[in-house]
Each structure stands twice: as C-alpha cells, then as structure tokens.
C-alpha cells in the first residue's frame, strides 16, 4: 500500500524559509514522477514543482521559481521543498503527489496523494 506522509508545514513570517518533506512508502521515491501541489480554499489546487524519476530533471510553476527547490534523498525515500523567500501568497496547504508515468506527470495528473501539510506566512 502506498502512503505519501508530508511534514514540516508551519507558521512563519515573510522572507523566512521552510523546508517541507514527502516521506513514501510503497514506492520507491527515485523510480517515480514526484510532485508538490498546493491549494488555498476556493481555489483550484495549483502544481508548484516536479521531479522526474531517476535523474534531477526538474520543473517549476513561475512564481516559485529562483525561490524554490524540490529535492529527493533516494536512500531515505523521502522528497523535500526547500522554500526560501516566502511571503503570504504562498499560503496554502501542500501536498506531496506521485505518479509512475512521465506523461501523467507532465500533465500535473498523479495517482498517490499524501494529506497535506499547512503553511502560513504572515506579512
């Protein structure tokens, strides 16, 4: 069985960093597309970053990038969001996603889905 458990969410304030981890289990993280998503009630859930299997090819939302960087540890099969920069427009709740084929990845739609960790930066 899969499970995708997210942690590190937290309150903070603008310009501060966070750095968010996807723990998996029942998938090996290096073999599979890997994604953080994040969504603000009311609003559409927005893809934020990507990490394709096995090598770091990497892909970012606009707003995000320069600020952002999504990372795996293969060994602890775990992925990361490095958040750098932040400021109140990117609160939202994250979650980690994971899909076993590149199109599906590509096209933002992923079969595992973790639950959800809130971040909160005030101004």
């Known amino acids: 069985q899969v499970q995708l458990v997210e942690s590190g969410g937290g309150s903070v304030q603008a310009g501060e960093s966070l750095t968010l981890s996807c723990a998996a289990s029942g998938l090996r993280t290096l073999v599979y597309c890997m994604g953080w998503f994040r969504q603000v009630p009311g609003k559409d859930r927005e893809a934020v970053a990507r990490?394709?299997?096995?090598?770091?090819?990497?892909h970012y939302t606009d707003s995000v990038k320069g600020r952002f960087t999504i990372s795996r540890d293969s060994a602890k099969n775990t992925v990361y969001l490095q958040m750098t920069s932040l400021t109140p427009e990117d609160t939202a709740k994250y979650y980690c996603a994971a899909d076993g084929s590149m199109q599906q990845c590509a096209a933002d739609i992923y079969k595992f889905w973790g639950q959800g960790t809130q971040v909160n930066v005030s101004s």
């Open positions: 990490i394709f299997p096995g090598g770091t090819s990497t």
